[in-house]
């Protein structure tokens, strides 16, 4: 009996455990993604200061995500306007009736 509850104790120590690592890794993940979201807001300026060649490799990938961002824009309008054409003349397109 005495064995059960020390085997019983170990198992909801490590759930317990288990519990507090996903709830870290869910907090590391969220911080991750607002990071994502905003690179810019989250470098801190201190240390951007403090080290130039950090600052200029930080602004040229700022410059280089502003770019992918545009060219993403341009690929979706082209995208939509190809199947936006194509669905006009596509002769399997859907007749109402």
Known sequence: MGSEM??????HAR???L????EREQVLRQ???SMMGAPKAEMPAALLEDNSE???RAQASEARYERLKGAMA?????IERQNG???AV???AETPG
Request: hydrophobic letters at 45%.
């Open 90 to 92: 596509s002769p399997d």
């Open 6 to 11: 020390c085997i019983r104790d170990r198992l």
């Open 31 to 33: 911080q991750m993604q």
């Open 74 to 78: 341009l690929l979706i309008t082209a």
């Open 19 to 22: 519990i507090g690592l996903q």
């Open 15 to 17: 759930v317990n455990q």
């Open 85 to 87: 054409a194509s669905n």
């Open 54 to 56: 950090l600052a200029v």
